[in-house]
């Protein structure tokens, strides 16, 4: 892996997290509108958007550089989907990252020759 791909695993994991949490508050906003007379789903449903957005077009700019297998864009795609799943995506991504990072620097040093 190069540089830009490590950088573009790093902005997908970096969002998936923030739209989790985003997804989660969302559906407590939604459960509040109709048990009270709290309604906070417009905000939370424009923030959690643009946060989803945001993750797909990281997830499509990610599984271009990585070159992904369908099987592991699907899986990190489903994540984005599922309540709890950005959780699961980003510990997922950290793993991935830091082999990266680790195989870039090992390469940059003459260690091996991947």
Request: aromatic letters at 12%; one cysteine or more.
């Amino acid at each position: 892996m190069d540089l830009k791909t490590v950088s573009a695993l790093r902005r997908l994991r970096l969002v998936s997290a923030p739209e989790a949490i985003s997804f989660l508050v969302l559906l407590v906003c939604s459960v509040l509108k109709r048990t009270t007379d709290f309604n906070a789903v417009p905000v939370m449903g424009a923030v959690h958007g643009a946060l989803f957005v945001a993750y797909v077009l990281f997830w499509a700019d990610a599984w271009n550089r990585a070159k992904w297998p369908l099987k592991t864009a699907a899986y990190y795609f489903v994540m984005s989907v599922i309540p709890l799943g950005g959780f699961f995506a980003e510990r997922s991504l950290r793993r991935v990252e830091q082999d990266a990072v680790i195989a870039l620097r090992a390469r940059r040093e003459g260690v091996v020759n991947a």
